[in-house]
């Protein structure tokens, strides 16, 4: 299955300024997705990155907040823009995968291992 | 509307009892239905995945799913479980179009020892 590797890690983010994370994929894959996941609470999908088009957000998030880059079939950046404490949260990267082993041939999302961010 | 229900926010189990982690949805068409495992620090892992067929899935680590129509669950199972399964669980139904991606919110497992 594919690996994705998510930087930064973690970091700690001034109010009002703002931070990209990348999202590298170790093979060509069609869509990428962000998701948020916010303090003690479940994943929301922020949006999807074809290469070569537009991101498509999901409702409540806007380009000019999160604007996504995906300049080739491997590689995408989220930014969050004009950092706020409310978007202290874990951000995923997170593709479509043909899963392995049990789950052979079965379509499923693979995740990074996620950039958590602390605004203050 | 599309919606996951994991109703149990935190449980804990003894090293070696058995689990039960609740699943219930929302789906207007026949879903993909999916458990993730997320341990501190990590991102999310896949368990299991039910798309037709066997409606009791075997996953890794020892997990299974049984998908009950009837009752819109996918409640995990494990037989016994061990200290390394402390972890936050979460159940996602989906459908080919990956953007209709739904997650529940999560349950907390502690394991003690």
């Known amino acids: 299955s594919a690996v994705i590797s998510q930087k930064p890690s973690r970091d700690i983010c001034q109010r009002g300024t703002s931070l990209t994370i990348q999202c590298q994929v170790d093979?060509?894959?069609?869509?990428m997705f962000w998701y948020r996941q916010q303090p003690g609470q479940s994943l929301t999908l922020i949006a999807t990155a074809n290469q070569g088009s537009e991101a498509t957000y999901e409702s409540g998030f806007v380009i000019d907040k999160f604007p996504i880059s995906r300049p080739n079939l491997t590689f995408s950046t989220l930014t969050v823009s004009n950092m706020s404490p409310e978007d202290s949260s874990i951000y995923l990267c997170?593709?479509?995968?043909?899963?392995?082993?049990?789950?052979?041939?079965?379509?499923?999302?693979?995740f990074g291992a996620g950039s958590r961010l602390t605004v203050l | 509307a599309q919606s996951v229900t994991q109703p149990d926010i935190h449980i804990t189990v003894s090293e070696g009892a058995s689990l039960e982690l609740r699943c219930n949805y929302s789906?207007?068409?026949?879903?993909?239905l999916f458990w993730y495992v997320q341990s501190p620090g990590q991102g999310l892992q896949l368990l299991l995945k039910y798309f037709s067929g066997d409606t009791l899935v075997q996953g890794i680590k020892g997990f299974e799913a049984e998908f009950k129509r009837s009752q819109s669950s996918f409640n995990l199972r494990k037989p016994s479980v061990h200290w390394s399964d402390a972890a936050e669980y979460f159940c996602?139904?989906?459908?080919?179009?990956?953007?209709?991606?739904?997650f529940g919110s999560g349950t907390k497992l502690n394991v003690k020892p």
């Open positions: 997170s593709v479509e995968d043909m899963g392995t082993g049990d789950q052979s041939g079965a379509n499923v999302l693979t």
């Open positions: 789906y207007g068409a026949t879903p993909y």
């Open positions: 996602a139904v989906g459908a080919w179009d990956f953007n209709k991606f739904y």
């Open positions: 093979s060509q894959v069609t869509m």
